[in-house]
């Protein structure tokens, strides 16, 4: 069955320190790949997708993706976290037509002030 | 315009009682899907509704779980006899293409 694995449940990080969320999914057929986020007490939303074109994708704060077809990977980074990045990011994976996602089960980031 | 509209936003119900949560989505996206999140996990498929075409329902976890969609408007989620273990967030989602829209969510409490 295809999966998506988010290996971290949680990740603790200094303010200003960089940052990696892993995701990992199970097939290297065409793929699109999402990150979305959920700050706290707020509904999940969009942060950045990865549909064709350019593997590097990048969000209007700061963080870039980079699809890797070789290790099926969409690991998502910042160079220097702040406090208000606090929230849970669910990576997301869409295999075929129809428009469904399959979900990683999350990771919590921490920032540590 | 207007984001996706849950409602309730809170439900407290007790064991055996049936539910009834409702999600209005996005005007014109045809796609609507309704996910549970339990505490302190990640998001669980529920169901899926595309356009007129028969809903993916390969997500509900048991028959006491339904839900209906009326054309591309509203959709409500029903359980009935509701357990403890159905206590979770319910999230419902609307989209037109990969990108899914998020409505705030139903915190449903099972006591």
């Known amino acids: 069955a295809q999966s998506v694995t988010q290996l971290d449940s949680q990740v603790p990080v200094f303010e200003e320190a960089p940052v990696e969320l892993r995701c990992n999914y199970s097939s290297s057929v065409s793929v699109y790949l999402f990150w979305y986020v959920q700050y706290p007490n707020q509904g999940l939303q969009l942060l950045l997708k990865y549909l064709s074109g350019s593997t590097l994708v990048e969000s209007i704060n700061g963080f870039e993706a980079e699809f890797n077809k070789s290790q099926t990977s969409f690991h998502l980074r910042k160079p220097s976290v702040h406090i208000s990045d606090t929230a849970e990011y669910f990576c997301?994976?869409?295999?075929?037509?129809?428009?469904?996602?399959?979900w990683g089960a999350g990771t919590k980031l921490i920032i540590k002030p | 315009g207007a984001g996706v509209s849950q409602s309730p936003s809170n439900k407290v119900t007790e064991k055996g009682k049936d539910v009834e949560l409702r999600c209005d989505p996005i005007?014109?996206?045809?796609?609507l899907y309704w996910y549970r999140q339990r505490l302190g996990q990640g998001l669980e498929f529920l169901i899926y509704f595309q356009g007129n075409s028969a809903p993916d329902k390969s997500g509900l976890p048991s028959d006491r779980f339904s839900a209906e969609r009326t054309g591309e408007s509203v959709s409500t989620l029903t359980i009935q006899r509701t357990q403890q273990e159905d206590s979770a967030v319910y999230l419902c989602a609307s989209s037109t293409d990969y990108e899914q829209y998020f409505g705030p969510g139903t915190r449903l409490t099972v006591t």
């Open positions: 997301a994976v869409s295999y075929d037509s129809n428009y469904q996602l399959i």
């Open positions: 005007s014109g996206h045809t796609a």
